[in-house]
Antibody, heavy 120, light 106 residues
Framework: EVQLLESGGNLVQPGGSLTLSCAAS????????MNWVRQAPGQGLEWVSI????????HYSPSVKGRFTISRDTSKNTLFLHMSSLRTDDSAVYYC?????????????WGQGTLVTVSS | DIQLTQSPSTLSASVGDRVTITCRASQSVSTWLAWYQQKPGKAPKFLIY???TLETGVPSRFSGSGSGTEFTLTINSLQPDDFATYYC?????????FGGGTKVEI
């Protein structure tokens, strides 16, 4: 059974930094692209970033490009999101999500989310 | 960026009803469209990919159709467990984008 467990969410001041982690199990982590998706309180889903299985190819939403960095540690089956220059509108529940396959990057499995609050 | 517009934003229905949700894309996404269900306080649940392929374990009362810029999610014979918010998502091009959601309520 696929399991994704996010951690690292916290209260942080505007302009600050934070790193989220997502521990993966139940599948061969190194073979799948992984994503971060966020949801602000009471709002819809917003895709944030993807990293492919090679760990090199990445894409970002324009709203976070240049401020957030996605990475993965295959030896630890862990996905990361390093967030810097945080703004109040980055406040959200952040989910990590696994794709269906290399050919289909729809989001098949999701973690339970971790809450990031950006506030002074 | 490809914008996805869902309609309606809220839908009132009863158990047993047939429900249809529409997702319109600002440009063609071919058939690279997925649907998700989300209940309050929970992570989204994956329902459908490539427009019409049901994820394993998803009840057959759910179906998807469309191509290009217009897509539909249909729920036949709505069940109590189906009251939730539904999102479409395109994965044809970056940035990946979601529709604004459709809340199906009693």
């Amino acid at each position: 059974e696929v399991q994704l467990l996010e951690s690292g969410g916290n209260l942080v001041q505007p302009g600050g930094s934070l790193t989220l982690s997502c521990a993966a199990s139940g599948f061969t982590f190194k073979d799948y692209a992984m994503n971060w998706v966020r949801q602000a309180p009471g709002q819809g889903l917003e895709w944030v970033s993807i990293i492919f299985s090679d760990g090199l190819r990445t894409h970002y939403s324009p709203s976070v490009k240049g401020r957030f960095t996605i990475s993965r540690d295959t030896s630890k089956n862990t996905l990361f999101l390093h967030m810097s220059s945080l703004r109040t509108d980055d406040s959200a529940v952040y989910y990590c999500a696994k794709v269906v396959s290399a050919a289909t990057i729809a989001l098949e499995s999701w973690g339970q989310g971790t809450l990031v609050t950006v506030s002074s | 960026d490809i914008q996805l517009t869902q309609s309606p934003s809220t839908l009132s229905a009863s158990v047993g009803d047939r429900v249809t949700i529409t997702c319109r894309a600002s440009q063609s996404v071919s058939t690279w469209l997925a649907w998700y269900q989300q209940k309050p306080g929970k992570a989204p649940k994956f329902l459908i990919y490539k427009t019409s392929t049901l994820e394993t374990g998803v009840p057959s009362r759910f179906s998807g159709s469309g191509s290009g810029t217009e897509f539909t999610l249909t729920i036949n014979s709505l069940q109590p467990d189906d009251f939730a918010t539904y999102y479409c998502q395109q994965y044809n091009s970056y940035p990946l984008t979601f529709g604004g959601g459709t809340k199906v309520e009693i």
